[in-house]
C-alpha cells in the first residue's frame, strides 16, 4: 500500500502534525510512494523546515519518531 499525495514530487499540501498545521511542499518522494521528503516555513515538532514522512500502516509518519502526521490537498 502506498500514500496517494507523497509521490507527487512540487504538491502543495497541509500538514497536521503534534496538533500544528501548517502549508507544505512535497519537494523529494521516492517512486513506490511510500516516502518523501516535505519542505514548509517553521517548525513542526522537532523539524526546522523540512520533514522526511513515511507511508506505514495505512498511515503517515514522521521518519525519525515514528509519530502519526495528517496530510491533506491544498485547494487548487
Known sequence: MKGDLIE???????VTYKGKTMRAMVTLASP???????MFD????????AMPILFKDGRYIDLIEEQP????????
Open 42 to 49: 517553521g517548525m513542526l515538532g522537532a523539524y526546522l523546515g
Open 69 to 76: 502526521l495528517v496530510v491533506t490537498p491544498y485547494p487548487s
Open 8 to 14: 507527487r514530487r512540487g504538491e502543495q499540501v497541509f
Open 32 to 38: 513506490n510512494g511510500i516516502s518523501a521528503i516535505i
